[in-house]
């Protein structure tokens, strides 16, 4: 299924986009993005391992990745992001995985879509789970970072960037990962990182606790157990599935 874009304002916007999000340096990654990674992928195969990153923009992810001794591949709709991989020598797929699933099938131990699923349609998203579930090992993991649909906190992620079509969190992916042979291993918010300095841990603490207090009281007035993190991440286990 060929992937169409029907809005033209979105496109433009996607072409302008590392301007607006400042992206530098491409295919580097600062040392508190190495600790992140680290406890992001933690548990998952990334040294020596086939790792495929959707939406890589300006390509930290990857650049990290390669350091660790993965293989990498990744995707991306952005010009001067694609150009950027290219003068780095990364391999690249269509952001319409559809059309070549078949041809890497079980090839990846490791996917990650950082900040990018929410830019899908749900019909998107559920042709990507699809050929995703072809393309990872199985035993392999898809990892995935999005703003919390749940949380009144994830309202300033979510709407402040007009090229996301969709609101996402556990329960969604409960429904669109049916007959995948996916199953949600961890959920949660994303990974805090410590360091830089004595009076940046002790704000990052605070904020912390902070977050902490209100998410639990939140679940208590609305008797839920949920995440109010403004973003979260979920793991996905590939088990296997009927096509396979």
């Excluded at 060929?2 to 986009?17: F, G, I």
């Excluded at 930290?60 to 150009?83: H, K, R, T």
């Excluded at 979510?158 to 996301?164: A, I, R, S």
Aim: contains cysteine; hydrophobic residues 40%; aromatic residues 12%.
């Amino acid at each position: 299924m060929q992937e169409t874009r029907s809005n033209p304002v979105r496109d433009d916007l996607y072409h302008a986009y590392e301007g607006w999000k400042g992206w530098s340096s491409p295919f580097t990654f600062t040392a508190d993005e190495d600790t992140y990674f680290r406890g992001e992928c933690r548990g998952l195969k990334i040294a020596g391992a086939q790792v495929f990153e959707i939406g890589f923009g300006f390509g930290s992810f990857l650049a990290w990745a390669i350091e660790q001794g993965a293989s990498v591949a990744g995707s991306e709709a952005n010009v001067a992001a694609l150009q950027a991989a290219q003068e780095h020598g990364i391999e690249l797929l269509p952001a319409n995985l559809e059309t070549v699933a078949e041809q890497h099938r079980n090839r990846f131990d490791t996917v990650v879509g950082f900040d990018v699923f929410e830019h899908f349609t749900v019909s998107e998203i559920t042709s990507r789970l699809v050929a995703l579930a072809l393309m990872i090992k199985i035993g392999g993991h898809l990892i995935l970072r999005f703003p919390n649909a749940q949380s009144p906190f994830g309202l300033a992620p979510q709407n402040g960037d007009p090229t996301h079509k969709s609101a996402l969190s556990r329960d969604v992916f409960e429904l669109l990962i049916q007959e995948t042979g996916f199953e949600i291993v961890r959920y949660g918010g994303s990974y805090r990182i410590g360091g830089g300095g004595l009076a940046r841990s002790i704000v990052r603490d605070v904020r912390g606790v902070l977050r902490g207090t209100i998410g639990a009281f939140l679940n208590f007035v609305y008797a839920t157990n949920i995440p109010y993190d403004p973003v979260v991440v979920i793991v996905l286990r590939h088990h296997g599935s009927r096509g396979e």
